[in-house]
């Protein structure tokens, strides 16, 4: 059974750094890209940062600078660290995990505070 564990979310204030964490099991994780998505209140699910096999990392416009996506394959999880949040940063994060099959985790809630 593929899971994604999502971990790190919390209640920060603007300006503050939080860094969730994505622990993968039940797939070859080596051959998976993954990404981070969010979705506030009220709004679409949207792409945030995107890891590649090779290392390679994709962001939205909104958290470049700001936000870092990685991967250590050696403990099968995948981060991202996220600084000088915003109020509009508040969201439910998720893990996404791509390559034959599309898998998501459940979410991790992150508050920013003004």
């Known amino acids: 059974e593929v899971q994604l564990q999502a971990s790190g979310g919390g209640f920060v204030q603007a300006g503050g750094s939080l860094r969730l964490s994505c622990a993968a099991s039940?797939?070859?994780?080596?051959?998976?890209?993954f990404g981070w998505f969010r979705q506030a209140p009220g709004k679409e699910r949207e792409f945030v940062a995107h890891?590649?096999?090779?290392?390679?990392?994709y962001y939205t416009d909104s958290v470049k600078g700001r936000f870092t996506i990685s991967r250590d394959n050696a403990k099968n999880t995948v981060y991202l660290q996220m600084n000088s949040l915003k109020p509009e940063d508040t969201a439910v994060y998720f893990c996404?995990?791509?390559?034959?099959?599309?898998?998501w985790g459940q979410g991790t809630l992150v508050t920013v505070s003004s």
């Open positions: 890891i590649r096999t090779s290392g390679m990392t």
């Open positions: 039940g797939l070859p994780f080596d051959d998976y890209a």
């Open positions: 996404n995990a791509r390559y034959a099959h599309d898998y």
